[in-house]
């Protein structure tokens, strides 16, 4: 079966805008989680949505914001950039959440100037 | 807050060599799970163990999972270059959040 993709691949942004990242899960999973991952942070956790609601939050500013739709595809958007934003951006999905296996996708590299 | 940590933080080891990373939560975990990132890649699921005890093998790396659902450990005998990349371990705190400790680079060298 087809894995998870995201989309764009790679992006370039300047401090104030806003970006969109794009999550399309394996067929059949509801569940769709996303992580930035900066160098020698590790995966931090940012949401979780499973079946159009985010049932979980990270610790991240009201900047960061997501959702999904009813084909289990997702979103997320960062409004007026940082510097600090500039990351690896990742979504997993999986059938049910947590407690299950999780897909990653190739993420995003988002860079902020 | 609950926390998922993880030794080493870096783990140079010489090919042929064996090698323990481990994972150690402060609250009881439901199951651990462990993935492996490749440099450039994205993290790539390897195994999820869930009873008291258990112990996992795939071919040279052995997965445990302590008596009281607190820790793990993942041991490597005989290291390859292809060990090379970032081990994490995760555990699930709530339905839909899994927390991830910060995870060990392997170095290998030749």
């Known amino acids: 079966k087809a894995g998870v993709t995201q989309t764009p691949r790679y992006l370039i942004k300047t401090r104030g805008q806003q970006v969109t990242l794009s999550c399309s899960p394996i067929?059949?999973?509801?569940?769709v989680s996303w992580y930035q991952q900066t160098p020698g942070q590790g995966l931090q956790f940012l949401f979780e949505?499973?079946?159009?609601?985010?049932?979980n939050k990270g610790n991240f500013p009201g900047r960061f914001s997501g959702r999904q739709f009813s084909n289990s595809r997702s979103e997320m958007n960062v409004s007026t950039l940082e510097l600090g934003d500039s990351a690896l951006y990742l979504c997993?999905?999986?059938?049910?959440?947590?407690?299950?296996?999780?897909?990653f996708g190739p993420g995003t590299r988002l860079t902020v100037t | 807050g609950q926390q998922v940590m993880q030794i080493p933080q870096y783990q140079h080891v010489q090919e042929g060599e064996d090698f323990t990373t481990y994972c150690n939560s402060s609250?009881?975990?439901?199951?651990i799970q462990w993935y492996k990132q490749r440099p450039g890649g994205h993290p790539v699921f390897l195994i999820q163990?869930?009873?008291?005890?258990e112990v996992k093998k795939q071919k040279r790396l052995t997965f445990q999972f302590g008596e009281a659902k607190k820790n793990s450990s993942l041991h490597i005998t005989a290291t390859q270059t292809t060990d090379v990349g970032t081990y994490f371990c995760?555990?699930?705190?709530?339905?839909?959040?899994?927390?991830f400790g910060a995870g060990t680079q392997v170095v290998v060298t030749p």
């Open positions: 997993a999905s999986s059938f049910a959440g947590a407690k299950d296996e999780q897909y």
């Open positions: 163990l869930v009873k008291s005890g």
């Open positions: 609250t009881t975990l439901s199951n």
């Open positions: 949505y499973f079946s159009e609601t985010q049932r």
């Open positions: 067929s059949g999973h509801r569940s």
């Open positions: 995760a555990g699930p705190i709530l339905w839909g959040k899994l927390q």
